[in-house]
């Protein structure tokens, strides 16, 4: 079985976390890793430890996410690797959501992941490679209480990437779906000392895309679920 091989990577919605942890992973893999995000001055320090690039990009707006891929494959070469990382809420009681800030959470949820994989896939298709991932939550598959922005945007992104697995797969272009279902470590959010390992560990998670990523053609992954041993399936 043949594991696949990748040269350049491109994260969008990076920042720290899944994104810093992923970074991390593919640069000791000896992989190019592009970053973009809104605004790129928090990226600096993860930059400096891994050579990576930061790209500024508001992934909602089509035209900058066409000169992104652009910038990217000009300086750093086309990405065969493309992670959709971005997300935003909006969050309270259903009846006193402000429609324009729902619009804007299921934009930068799902619309964004579309205009991001669509620039990928035009640049995959002439080589028939290429491993497009998109980061989804425990909203993608079980809606809750004051979050149905955030989940409205889970789940056109879930179903984004199965209508792009079943199209892109025979072309060559690995798409998978990640259900990050728990709470993520973080410096500022640890687990209590008598639940040890309740949390995802943001290095674990990037783990799990790796993996994906070195599957052969003749066993792809398309979703994948997350969560430690607290949750409830």
Same mark, same amino acid.
């Given at each position: 079985?043949?594991t696949?091989?990748?040269?350049n990577?491109?994260?969008?919605?990076?920042?720290?976390?899944?994104?810093?942890?992923?970074? @991390?992973?593919?640069?000791?893999?000896?992989?190019?890793? $592009?970053?973009?995000?809104?605004?790129?001055?928090?990226?600096?320090?993860? /930059?400096?430890?891994?050579? $990576?690039?930061?790209?500024? /990009?508001?992934?909602? +707006?089509?035209?900058?996410?066409? @000169?992104?891929f652009?910038?990217?494959?000009?300086?750093?070469?086309?990405?065969? !690797?493309?992670?959709?990382?971005? =997300?935003? @809420?909006?969050?309270?009681?259903?009846?006193d959501?402000?429609p324009?800030?729902? &619009? *804007?959470?299921?934009a930068?949820?799902?619309f964004?992941?579309? #205009?991001?994989?669509?620039?990928?896939?035009?640049?995959?298709?002439?080589?028939?490679?290429?491993?497009?991932l998109?980061?989804?939550?425990?909203a993608?598959?079980k809606? %809750?209480p004051?979050?149905?922005?955030?989940?409205?945007?889970?789940?056109?992104?879930?179903? #984004? &990437? *199965?209508?792009?697995?079943?199209? #892109? =797969?025979?072309?060559?272009?690995?798409?998978?779906?990640?259900?990050? +279902?728990?709470? !993520?470590?973080?410096?500022?959010?640890?687990?209590?000392?008598? @639940?040890?390992?309740s949390?995802?560990d943001?290095?674990?998670?990037?783990?799990g %895309?790796?993996?994906? #990523?070195?599957?052969?053609?003749?066993?792809?992954?398309?979703?994948?679920?997350l969560?430690?041993?607290?949750?409830?399936?």
């Open positions: 079985m043949e696949p091989t990748y040269k990577a491109l994260i969008v919605g990076a920042g720290e976390g899944i994104s810093a942890s992923l970074t @991390r992973l593919l640069a000791r893999e000896g992989i190019r890793v $592009a970053l973009a995000a809104r605004q790129i001055e928090k990226l600096g320090a993860l /930059c400096a430890e891994t050579g $990576a690039r930061a790209f500024a /990009c508001n992934a909602t +707006d089509a035209g900058e996410v066409e @000169r992104l652009g910038l990217v494959e000009r300086e750093m070469g086309v990405p065969d !690797i493309v992670v959709y990382n971005a =997300s935003a @809420r909006a969050r309270g009681n259903f009846v959501l402000v324009a800030e729902v &619009a *804007q959470a299921i930068v949820s799902a964004g992941g579309f #205009l991001v994989a669509q620039q990928a896939v035009k640049r995959m298709l002439p080589n028939k490679h290429g491993a497009i998109f980061t989804g939550a425990s993608s598959v809606g %809750y004051q979050s149905a922005p955030f989940a409205m945007g889970k789940f056109a992104l879930r179903g #984004l &990437a *199965q209508s792009m697995a079943r199209e #892109l =797969s025979p072309q060559g272009i690995h798409v998978a779906h990640f259900v990050i +279902d728990g709470g !993520i470590r973080s410096s500022v959010r640890v687990e209590p000392a008598d @639940r040890p390992d949390m995802l943001p290095d674990g998670i990037a783990q %895309y790796w993996n994906v #990523l070195q599957q052969p053609r003749n066993a792809w992954t398309w979703e994948l679920e969560r430690p041993w607290v949750e409830k399936f």
